[in-house]
């Protein structure tokens, strides 16, 4: 079993940055593909970004326009991802996910992951 906790949501003002982190444990995950996904009250998730387990391939939606940057620390069993500019449309309950098979991180969907943390509330004033 794989323990997934995301942390660093808060609240912020439009164009801040943030930086969230999703620590695993349980077991590495260094072999798994690890997602980041954005859900908003009452809505499905949202896929953000994807990285491959050697950290070298990601995949990134093309909602950002290149804002969020998706990174992982295999040595410390964590992924993380950095926002920029962040806008109000941003807040959400953002959540990374862990994939046993990361050849379909590309496709962005929520039933190719394996294991979910509870999420990080991001808010986002104008």
């Known amino acids: 079993q794989v323990q997934l906790v995301e942390s660093g949501g808060g609240v912020v003002t439009a164009g801040d940055s943030l930086r969230l982190a999703c620590v695993a444990s349980?077991?590495?995950?260094?072999?798994?593909?690890m997602g980041w996904f954005r859900q908003y009250p009452g809505q499905e998730r949202e896929f953000l970004a994807a990285?491959?387990?050697?950290?070298?391939?990601?995949y990134y939606s093309s909602v950002m326009k290149g804002r969020f940057t998706i990174s992982r620390d295999n040595a410390k069993n964590t992924v993380f991802l950095q926002m920029n500019g962040l806008k109000p449309e941003d807040a959400a309950v953002y959540l990374c996910?862990?994939?046993?098979?990361?050849?379909?991180?590309?496709?962005?969907?929520?039933?190719?992951?394996?294991?979910w943390g509870q999420g990080t509330q991001v808010t986002v004033s104008s």
């Open positions: 996910g862990a994939a046993s098979d990361s050849g379909r991180l590309g496709f962005g969907l929520t039933s190719d992951y394996d294991y």
């Open positions: 990285v491959k387990p050697g950290g070298v391939y990601k």
């Open positions: 349980g077991r590495s995950v260094e072999t798994y593909g």
